[in-house]
């Protein structure tokens, strides 16, 4: 199979051992639980960084569902103000996994149902084959380059034990499969998918090395297909790696009625 040039991007998933990622995320990867929020507000925007933070509490259950979110708490500890924190939480309940209760304030969702899964699920199978079908035939520099960069990071990710590690493996997964979904010419599917906040939710299920590692090998026959422009490829490695993504979950969130 004949990649052209994007042959390089597809080398390096083929050898994932060979991959540095040149950041700072793998300083903050070596820092204990009390030091990794602070560490992350010293890169970036502040209002994204407490976002980061406070999404990979919830998606590693450092903050367990249901328990009460004290913004005093949070204002102490990031030496912040309480309008980052404030942002950050109200953007997180547009996405599912905060919710806001008058006279109360914000507490972390409840898991969601065996049937919510299972509905996403199905929603997925729908949508991004289809999606990634359409994305090998739209293939660019531009979403290889991206999705090298995602691929990248979260191969980098998985050679740290912290637990900041598995909440940024989740957003850096939504954001390749978003980078699909938007390069797929169809914006109200890619748009239904982003609603869906799959990766979000699904990461709260199983906090375990084999759903990254496995992951990656998946994300990676995708790439190769979508690099070579084979859009029945892209759909069959999409189908594949979803399904898989159930099977590894199933257990799981069957158990949560």
Same mark, same amino acid.
């Given at each position: 199979?004949?990649?052209?040039?994007?042959?390089?991007?597809?080398?390096?998933?083929?050898?994932?051992?060979?991959?540095?990622?040149?950041?700072?995320?793998?300083?903050?990867?070596?820092?204990?639980?009390?030091?990794?929020?602070?560490?992350?507000?010293?890169?970036?925007?502040?209002?994204?960084?407490?976002?980061?933070?406070?999404?990979?509490?919830?998606?590693?259950?450092?903050?367990?569902?249901?328990?009460?979110?004290?913004?005093?708490?949070?204002?102490?500890?990031?030496?912040?103000?309480?309008?980052?924190?404030?942002?950050?939480?109200?953007?997180?309940?547009?996405?599912?996994?905060?919710?806001?209760?008058?006279?109360?304030?914000?507490?972390?969702?409840? #898991?969601?149902?065996?049937?919510?899964?299972?509905?996403?699920?199905?929603?997925?199978?729908?949508?991004?084959?289809?999606?990634?079908?359409?994305?090998?035939?739209?293939?660019?520099?531009?979403?290889?380059?991206?999705?090298?960069?995602?691929?990248?990071?979260?191969?980098?990710?998985? !050679?740290?034990?912290?637990?900041?590690?598995?909440?940024?493996?989740?957003?850096?997964?939504?954001?390749?499969?978003?980078?699909?979904?938007?390069?797929?010419?169809?914006?109200?599917?890619?748009?239904?998918?982003?609603?869906?906040?799959?990766?979000?939710?699904?990461? !709260?299920?199983?906090?375990?090395?084999?759903?990254?590692?496995?992951?990656?090998?998946?994300?990676?026959?995708?790439?190769?297909?979508?690099?070579?422009?084979?859009?029945?490829?892209?759909?069959?490695?999409?189908?594949?790696?979803?399904?898989?993504?159930?099977? !590894? #979950?199933?257990?799981?969130?069957?158990?949560?009625?």
């Amino acid at each position: 199979m004949k990649y052209g040039k994007f042959a390089h991007v597809v080398d390096r998933l083929k050898e994932p051992q060979d991959f540095r990622m040149k950041s700072s995320t793998t300083d903050i990867l070596s820092l204990n639980d009390n030091e990794v929020s602070v560490e992350l507000l010293k890169v970036g925007s502040i209002g994204d960084r407490v976002y980061d933070a406070l999404l990979s509490r919830l998606i590693s259950l450092r903050i367990a569902p249901g328990s009460r979110i004290a913004i005093d708490a949070l204002v102490r500890e990031f030496g912040v103000s309480q309008t980052p924190i404030r942002a950050a939480l109200i953007r997180l309940e547009s996405e599912g996994l905060v919710e806001k209760v008058h006279n109360i304030g914000f507490s972390a969702a409840p #898991m969601p149902t065996r049937l919510h899964f299972e509905n996403m699920f199905d929603m997925r199978l729908l949508l991004e084959p289809y999606m990634a079908e359409n994305a090998a035939e739209r293939s660019s520099a531009d979403m290889m380059a991206r999705l090298d960069v995602y691929s990248t990071a979260m191969t980098e990710l998985t !050679r740290s034990d912290a637990k900041l590690a598995y909440g940024k493996f989740a957003l850096l997964d939504a954001k390749f499969h978003a980078c699909i979904a938007s390069h797929s010419g169809n914006e109200l599917a890619a748009e239904a998918l982003n609603r869906l906040y799959a990766h979000t939710h699904m990461f !709260r299920l199983r906090y375990h090395s084999q759903v990254t590692e496995e992951a990656i090998h998946e994300h990676a026959k995708i790439v190769e297909a979508l690099a070579a422009g084979n859009k029945a490829k892209a759909r069959e490695a999409m189908v594949e790696h979803i399904s898989a993504s159930r099977a !590894r #979950m199933a257990p799981f969130f069957q158990s949560l009625d």
